[in-house]
C-alpha cells in the first residue's frame, strides 16, 4: 500500500487556500493598494522644512544670560533635555535624535571672556546633513534673536558671533519612519482579517472537520492554511519595502542584508499575528463579532505604537506601556533599527524578547480555545 504523503497534502492546501486569497478583491485592495496610498501620503509630510525647531543644549552651555532666556520664550524653537534622573546627560540618545533630524541641533552658548569684546556671546551649533535644510534658516532666527539683544544693550552693534559645525551622516527621510509603520500596519490588519475569517468560515462551512477526518496530520492542516496568509503578507511587504527604496528613497543600510532581515522580522511577526487570529477565530460566535475583536486589539497598537508617530510624543507614563506592553512597538522599532540604524536581528535582543513572551502568551491561549467544528 502506497503511503500517505503529509507534504503532498500540505502544499496542495497551501496552494488552494493562497488561490482563494488572490480571487478575493478586496484583500487584493486592503492589502496593496491601500498601504502604498498612506505611504505615499505620509512619506511626502516633511520636505518643505517648517517654521519650528526642537534643540538640544550641549553639556557646557551658559543658560545664565539673555540669549538662553530669548531663546526659551522663542515660539519657533522647543529645548529638549537628555538629562536623566540622576542629572547626567544621556548623550547616546541625544546623537541619536540628532542623526534621526528629530533634533536640528545641539547648540552651546558662551559668554565671551573679554567683556571689553565686541561679541558678547559666542554660538556654536553641533547639526548633521540630516538636517541640511533648517541649517540657513536657523542661522536666521539666531541672528535675528541676537541682533534685538545687541540692538538693547549697545544700540546696533552686532552681539554674537555664530558658528556652524557641519556633519556628514546619512539623511533621515520622512520615508524611513513611514514605511516601516505602514508595514507594521498593514500585516497587522490583513493578517488579523484574513487569519479570523478564514478559520471561522472553515468551521461554520465544516471544512476543518473534513479536513480533521482526513489522514493529514492536524499541525500540517493549520500550517498549510496559515503560511498561504502568511506567503501572501509577505509579497505585499516585499512590494512596499521596493515601493519605498526605488521610488521613495527609503534607506537600506545593507542593501539585500538588511532586506532579508527585515523579511525575517517580518515573518516573525506575522507567526505571532497568526496566533491572535486563531483566538479570535475560535472565541466568536458569528462573523459579526470578528471585527470588534479585532479592532480592540489592533487599534491601540496603530495609535500607541509608533506607527504613524513617534512614541516620544505620549507622556512618560503612557510611553512606557507604549514601549513595552505592545508587540507592535516591538516591530515597529526593531524595524527600524535594522533598516535605517544599521543594526542587525541579534542587536534587537529586547524587541524580539518582548515579542517571544507575547507569542508564548498567544498560544497558550490559542491551544486552549481553538475548536475544529
Not at 488572490?22 to 517654521?51: H, M, Q, R, T, Y
Not at 537600506?252 to 487570529?277: H, K, P, Q, R, S
Amino acid at each position: 500500500m502506497q503511503k500517505y504523503s503529509q507534504t503532498k497534502a500540505f502544499l496542495a492546501i497551501v496552494k488552494a487556500s493562497f488561490r482563494s486569497i488572490l480571487s478575493n478583491p478586496s484583500a487584493l485592495f486592503f492589502s496593496f493598494l491601500f498601504p502604498i496610498i498612506f505611504i505615499f501620503i505620509f512619506g511626502s509630510f516633511g520636505g518643505g522644512g517648517g517654521v519650528h525647531y526642537t534643540i538640544a543644549l550641549a553639556d557646557n552651555a551658559d543658560t545664565t544670560n539673555e540669549v538662553y532666556d530669548s531663546l526659551k520664550a522663542n515660539a519657533a524653537f522647543t529645548i529638549k533635555s537628555f538629562r536623566k534622573e540622576d542629572g547626567s546627560i544621556d548623550t547616546a540618545a541625544r546623537r541619536k535624535a540628532l542623526e534621526k533630524d528629530n533634533i536640528s541641533a545641539v547648540v552651546n552658548i558662551i559668554k565671551a571672556k573679554d567683556s571689553s569684546a565686541k561679541n558678547a556671546y559666542e554660538i556654536f551649533f553641533n547639526t548633521t546633513t540630516a538636517s541640511a535644510r533648517s541649517i540657513d534658516d536657523l542661522r536666521q532666527k539666531f541672528a535675528a534673536i541676537l541682533n534685538v539683544i545687541a540692538l538693547k544693550k549697545s544700540g546696533g552693534q552686532t552681539g554674537s558671533g555664530v558658528t556652524f559645525k557641519v556633519e556628514q551622516v546619512r539623511e533621515y527621510r520622512p520615508i524611513d519612519f513611514v514605511l516601516p509603520g505602514m508595514l507594521g500596519f498593514s500585516i497587522l490588519f490583513s493578517t488579523l482579517f484574513g487569519i479570523s475569517f478564514t478559520f471561522f468560515q472553515f468551521r461554520q462551512q465544516l471544512i476543518l472537520k473534513r479536513f480533521y477526518a482526513t489522514p493529514v496530520s492536524r499541525m500540517n492542516i493549520l500550517l498549510g492554511i496559515g503560511i498561504s496568509r502568511l506567503v501572501f503578507q509577505l509579497i505585499n511587504v516585499v512590494m512596499l519595502i521596493a515601493l519605498g527604496y526605488f521610488f521613495l528613497h527609503f534607506t537600506l543600510v545593507n542593501d539585500i542584508d538588511t532586506f532579508l532581515e527585515m523579511t525575517l522580522l517580518t515573518i516573525y511577526m506575522l507567526l505571532l499575528l497568526l496566533g491572535v487570529g486563531l483566538i479570535f477565530s475560535s472565541i466568536v460566535k458569528s462573523d459579526t463579532s470578528i471585527p470588534l475583536f479585532i479592532n480592540l486589539f489592533a487599534f491601540p497598537q496603530m495609535l500607541l505604537s509608533g506607527t504613524f508617530f513617534p512614541i516620544d510624543v505620549f507622556p512618560n507614563w503612557l510611553q512606557t506601556i507604549c514601549r513595552y506592553g505592545l508587540p507592535l512597538s516591538q516591530y515597529n522599532d526593531a524595524i527600524r533599527k535594522i533598516s535605517f540604524s544599521g543594526l542587525h536581528l541579534w542587536d534587537c535582543g529586547k524587541e524580539l524578547g518582548i515579542m517571544a513572551i507575547w507569542m508564548v502568551i498567544i498560544y497558550a491561549v490559542a491551544i486552549k480555545v481553538f475548536k475544529w467544528e
